[in-house]
């Protein structure tokens, strides 16, 4: 298989092939994902509800994406890396959003960035995507904004919203972005923005119409327990598997069944 990249990412679309995205936080799911074929990972600013233990995403910082990024990438060998703008590293001015994306890309390998906003962010898109860094929007559900929004809410369910949405979606490939994540919109909606735009869609609780699917790997591996969204999928269930792996070594430690001679040294 040859290393994903832009243009890889735009043949796959012309070609009407599903395009397929996976967070990733650290070394080994990266390098289990990226071995299974994906062609994207994308360091999610999710990491700040799946490993951190927040709330949402808002507490999440620039160095936090550094760090994260740095592990995932010295993972992959073919797939795309992507990662995410946290809160406020963005939305100030387009100045800090273009140093902010710098970073992840010279600080932390990743090949692209993503951030969330449509027309309002027309302008920070098109300025970072004349660094020659390419930009993956977001638009919809945009777990940034849980305060406007008042939780997580599927957007653009009314007539004006969707009209917004769609406004949104233009202005995202207007400024430049290769590819648009649409999050927590109904199916209609999705498959008509799909349709007008020339760049791929990527859905997450968006209907079967877009042009690829992204999930959180916690969520399809049953490692978020707390709160699990109706669009996700659990593909397998590996709380178990860790409990079970847990419950012995301490049972064994507890019993003196382990270590034995085997695990010592002379
Ligand atoms: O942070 C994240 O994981 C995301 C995807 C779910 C799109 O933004
Ligand atoms: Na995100």
Known sequence: RKPMTIPEIQKMHLQGEKITVLTAYDYPFARIMDEA????????????????????????TMDDMVYHT??????????????????????????EACRNAGRLVKEAGAQAVKLEGGEPMAETIAA????????????????????RM??????????????QLLADARAVEQAGAFALVLEGIPASLARQITAELS????????????????????????????????????????????????????????????????????
């Open 128 to 147: 970072i995507v004349r660094m020659d860094i390419p930009v993956m929007g977001h638009i919809g559900l945009t777990p940034q904004s849980i305060h």
């Open 70 to 95: 740095r592990a995932v990438v010295r993972a992959v060998r073919q797939a795309l890396v992507v990662t995410d703008l946290p809160f406020l590293s963005y939305q100030i001015d387009v100045t």
């Open 37 to 60: 074929g994906i062609d994207i990972v994308l360091v999610g600013d999710s990491v700040g509800s799946t490993v951190a233990g927040y709330d949402n995403t808002l507490p999440v």
């Open 150 to 163: 008042g939780g997580y809410r599927v957007q653009g369910r009314k007539d004006e919203q969707a009209r």
């Open 199 to 266: 760049i791929p869609t990527i859905g997450i609780g968006a209907g079967v119409d877009c042009s690829g699917q992204v999930l959180v790997i916690h969520d399809i591996l049953g490692l978020c327990e707390k709160y699990s969204p109706k669009f996700v999928k659990r593909y397998a269930d590996i709380a178990p598997l860790i409990r079970e792996g847990v419950d012995a070594y301490i049972r064994e430690v507890r019993t003196g069944e382990f270590p034995t001679a085997e695990h010592s040294f002379n």
